[in-house]
T-cell receptor
């Protein structure tokens, strides 16, 4: 159990366009989802925390108008990179946690496989 | 923010060798998780340790949580090439958020 999917796995876009990344929890209800950014050979950098039905909480230095997050249901969160530029190229990973008593305990997060964004 | 320091940052060993990765903090954590991440993929949860002094084993991997719940270690016995990856420790932050260490990049060569 506790499977998280992400789509697309890879995306290449032109500078100035917007890109939407989906994160789905497949077999559990994800009350909270997280979006991370990861640079090569580095750890995960938390961008924002998303709770179902409410506005996302962004980490310091992350532009909320640039990275739009929507968590419309207990199984789906989306990250939209608006007006993407080459410096937005990165590996974006989502994770999910949810209701205790299922497969999730002790702040465990389950991660999606990531999305490689390349902006030309 | 509760900081987690991981060491070593990079490790290159040959198949069959043993290794230990450390995760240290000045803060007390209610739990710590260890993840492994392979290139181009998301991290995969290996184990959660909760009780001070706890030891958990996962085949050739042994995880230990310090008595004071401020540190943890991961020991791999007889490393294999399939153990290559980025190992991340993470502890509970505010709400459900996790604080991640900077990771240990392990390369096991034949």
């Amino acid at each position: 159990g506790a499977v998280v999917s992400q789509h697309p796995s890879r995306v290449i876009c032109k500078s100035g366009t917007s890109v939407k990344i989906e994160c789905r929890s497949l077999d559990f209800q994800a009350t909270t989802m997280f979006w991370y950014r990861q640079f090569p050979k580095q750890s995960l950098m938390l961008m924002a925390t998303s709770n179902e039905g409410s506005k996302a909480t962004y980490e310091q230095g992350v532009e909320k108008d640039k990275f739009l997050i929507n968590h419309a249901s207990l199984t789906l969160s989306t990250l939209t990179v608006t007006s993407a530029h080459p410096e937005d190229s990165s590996f974006y990973i989502c994770s999910a946690t949810g209701l205790a008593g299922g497969p999730l305990f002790y702040n465990e997060q389950f991660f999606g496989p990531g999305t490689r964004l390349t902006v030309l | 923010t509760q900081l987690l320091e991981q060491s070593p940052q990079f490790l290159s060993i040959q198949e069959g060798e043993n290794l230990t990765v450390y995760c240290n903090s000045s803060s007390v954590f209610s739990s710590l998780q260890w993840y492994r991440q392979e290139p181009g993929e998301g991290p995969v949860l290996l184990v959660t340790v909760v009780t001070g002094g706890e030891v958990k084993k996962l085949k050739r991997l042994t995880f230990q949580f310090g008595d004071a719940r401020k540190d943890s270690s991961l020991h791999i016995t007889a490393a294999q090439t399939g153990d290559t990856g980025l190992y991340l420790c993470a502890g509970g932050g505010s709400g459900y958020a996790l604080n991640f260490g900077k990771g240990t990049s392990l390369l096991v060569t034949p």
